[in-house]
C-alpha cells in the first residue's frame, strides 16, 4: 500500500465516502472525509498533537496546559496530557456537548465554564478572558493557543491537506472547510499553494460569524463560527459560504436518512454549502467536505427531537430536486471508504 501523507506522525488517514448525488437533474459527487475518525474523535486530534509538540519543552509537570474549547480539542488534549502525566484546564461554556465535558473530566482534566455571552454572539471573547486570568493566577501554566499557534495551521498543510488530494487522486475540486479559528483552512490554503493542488477551496462559517469578516450575530452550534477574525486569515477568505444552524441540522439529518453517515453540525453546515454551489453552478461537478466529527457529539442537540423543537426547527424532510444515486461500494463505511 502506497504510503499516505502523515501516516509516520502517527495518525492513521481518515476514510473517505464518495456519494454520487443528483442535484436538479444533473449527477454530482461528493466527498466525506470522515474526521471523527482520528484519535479522539475528531479533527482536533491532528490539532492537539501538534499543539503539544510545540509546547510540550515549556510543560511544567506541576502547571501544566489550559486552552479554550468549544469541546473537540479540549478532549484532545485532556487525553494526551493524562498520557504525559500533566494536569489540563479546559475553558468551555454552555455550548459544549454534556458527553464531551464528561469524557474531558474522566480524563482527569479540570473544566472551567464560562456562562457569560460575550456580546458577540458566543462566548468566545469571555473564553479567552478567563484563559488569561488563569495564566496570572498560575505562573508556569502553558496555553496552547489553537487561535495564534502556528502549528494549528501547519498540522493541516503537513497531514490533512495532502491526504485528501492524494484520497481524491489529485482530482479537480471544490474542498469545504468549515470554520471557526480558521487555522484549518489556512493550512489548506498553504498546502494548495505550495504544491498546486486543483482545488477551489470554500469556506464556511456559521451566519452571525466573525472569524473570516462577517458580521457578529447570534449563533447557536458549537464549534462553527467565532466571535472574532481568525488571525490566521486576516484578510478573510473568498469565496465563503454563510449558513444557519437550521440548515446544517436539515443536512445531518438527511445525511443519516440517505446514507447511515453521523456527522456533526459543522459537516451538516458543509453539505449544505455544497448542495448550494451545485445549484449555482450546473458546471460544478465535484465537491469535497472536510467532515470535522461525528454525530456521537450532538446526540442531545441536532439528533435530539426535542432541542430540535425548542429551537424552533421542522421535522426532517426530502429535499426537493435532491437524490441520492450510489455510495462508492455497497455500503458508506465498509468497502465504501477510500483509504
Not at 40 to 59: E, F, M, N, P, Q
Not at 167 to 176: H, K, P, Y
Not at 205 to 234: E, M, Q, T
Not at 311 to 336: C, K, N, Q, S, Y
Request: glycine share 12%.
Amino acid at each position: 500500500m502506497t504510503r499516505l501523507p502523515g501516516a509516520g506522525d502517527g495518525l492513521a488517514p481518515t476514510p473517505v465516502v464518495r456519494l454520487e448525488v443528483e442535484v436538479a437533474g444533473t449527477p454530482r459527487e461528493l466527498w466525506l472525509k470522515l474526521e471523527g475518525y482520528n484519535p479522539y474523535g475528531s479533527i482536533k486530534g491532528r490539532t492537539a498533537l501538534a499543539l503539544w509538540r510545540d509546547v510540550a519543552d515549556r510543560v511544567a509537570p506541576d502547571a501544566g496546559l489550559v486552552e479554550s474549547t468549544s469541546g473537540n480539542l479540549g478532549l484532545a488534549l485532556a487525553a494526551l496530557a493524562a498520557a504525559h502525566r500533566v494536569p489540563f484546564t479546559a475553558v468551555v461554556d454552555p455550548r459544549t456537548s454534556a458527553s464531551l465535558l464528561y469524557d474531558i473530566r474522566a480524563l482527569g482534566a479540570r473544566v472551567v465554564t464560562v456562562d457569560v455571552p460575550d456580546g458577540a454572539g458566543g462566548y468566545l471573547l469571555n473564553r479567552l478572558a478567563r484563559v488569561r486570568a488563569l495564566l496570572r493566577d498560575h505562573p508556569g501554566l502553558v496555553w496552547t493557543d489553537q487561535y495564534r499557534n502556528p502549528a494549528n495551521p501547519a498540522a493541516h498543510a503537513a497531514w490533512t491537506a495532502p491526504e485528501l488530494h492524494w484520497q481524491t487522486r489529485g482530482a479537480r475540486l471544490s474542498v469545504l472547510v468549515a470554520v471557526s479559528t480558521g487555522g484549518t483552512l489556512a493550512g489548506f490554503r498553504q498546502y494548495a499553494a505550495e504544491s498546486g493542488a486543483d482545488w477551489e477551496l470554500v469556506g464556511v462559517d456559521a451566519a452571525g460569524s466573525a472569524a473570516l469578516g462577517g458580521a457578529v450575530g447570534p449563533r447557536l452550534l458549537s464549534g462553527l463560527g467565532a466571535s472574532r477574525p481568525s488571525v490566521f486569515l486576516p484578510d478573510g477568505h473568498r469565496p465563503t459560504v454563510y449558513v444557519d444552524p437550521g440548515e446544517a441540522v436539515a443536512m445531518c439529518l438527511w445525511l443519516r436518512d440517505t446514507t447511515g453517515i453521523g456527522v456533526g453540525a459543522s459537516a451538516g453546515a458543509l453539505v449544505a454549502a455544497a448542495l448550494r454551489l451545485f445549484l449555482a453552478d450546473a458546471g460544478r461537478t465535484g465537491v469535497a467536505c472536510l467532515c470535522p466529527d461525528g454525530a456521537d457529539r450532538y446526540l442531545d442537540t441536532v439528533y435530539s427531537p426535542d432541542w430540535r423543537r425548542a429551537h424552533g426547527m421542522p421535522a426532517p424532510a426530502p429535499l426537493p430536486g435532491v437524490r441520492l444515486l450510489t455510495t462508492d461500494g455497497p455500503g458508506p463505511l465498509a468497502e465504501g471508504v477510500r483509504w
